[in-house]
């Protein structure tokens, strides 16, 4: 696929080539309930629209949770030419209630200055960093980079705040390659997540990776296929001993 404008115009063009390929896994009590690329394009379109009679640029902000619905708003904001800042502050933003599938605007007033650009916030080393649509497409794209092709379907599992940088790239470079992205809010129950879901990518920290580690073999039940992952992406530096144990199994 071309490189996109946009993470919107990229969810629109999964769900147009493949409308009912799911897209964003959620847990429902003891059941995961999915979500294909068509209903979520639907949710997009429907929010931009409404969104769209907001000042071009604005920075609009809503409490952002690990939800499919939460996910497309961000991307709904972008698409309608704003600043996505989710869990921002409402000082200086537009403010979001989301109800189900409804959405109700709190402009402040006076209203900001719009910015030149779509795009969305970040947060490093305690600062608020707006990044353009363009550069969090470039974000995806390098990690797609760094994870190569593979010319199967992707699959991970995310749930962290949009505003953590490294968050928002994993979702992008998700959008991008049109992987299928199950939302665990909770990091300590990802592992145990993974193993159930059997990820082609996983995301965590040494101790994380280390407790994923620890549901190989457990039983035949919990045995991870190590056929399928083939990426841990590390926020640290891992063990010598797991290194070279996900190595040993032809992880990356």
């Known amino acids: 696929m071309p490189s996109p404008p946009n993470l919107p115009a990229a969810l629109l063009h999964r ?8 897209g964003l896994f959620r847990a429902e009590g003891w059941d995961w309930v999915w979500h294909p690329w068509k209903e979520l394009a639907g949710w997009l ?25 939460s996910v497309i708003l961000d991307l709904a904001i972008q698409a309608a ?6 869990n921002g502050g409402r000082e200086d933003s537009c403010w979001i209630e989301r109800q189900g599938l409804e959405i109700a ?4 007033d006076p209203l900001p200055r719009p910015l ?7 947060r490093i080393g305690g600062e608020d960093v707006e990044w353009t649509a363009q550069e969090i497409v470039a974000a995806g794209e390098r990690l797609q ?4 092709e593979t010319g ?9 705040p949009l505003e953590d940088p490294l968050e928002r790239t994993m979702m992008a470079w998700a959008i991008l390659s049109g992987a299928a992205v199950v939302l665990e809010p909770a990091p300590a129950l990802r592992p145990a997540i993974a193993a159930w879901v059997r990820p082609t990518v996983f995301l965590g920290a040494p101790g994380q990776i280390a407790e994923l580690r620890s549901h190989v073999g457990r039983s035949r039940k919990w ?11 590390v926020v640290g530096t891992l063990t010598k001993e797991d290194e070279e144990f996900w190595r040993g199994r032809g992880v990356r």
């Open 81 to 86: 030419g704003l600043v996505s800042a989710p």
């Open 45 to 69: 379109e429907r929010w931009r629209d409404t969104l769209s009679s907001l000042p071009a640029g604005s920075r609009v902000a809503f409490p952002y949770d690990a939800r499919p619905e």
């Open 145 to 148: 980079a760094e994870i190569g």
């Open 15 to 22: 769900a147009a080539a493949a409308p009912e390929e799911p």
């Open 105 to 108: 605007t709190s402009p402040p």
């Open 116 to 122: 030149s650009k779509s795009g969305a916030v970040v």
């Open 223 to 233: 045995r991870l296929p190590f056929r399928r992952l083939r990426t841990v992406l």
């Open 152 to 160: 199967t379907r992707e699959i991970v599992v995310l749930g962290g």
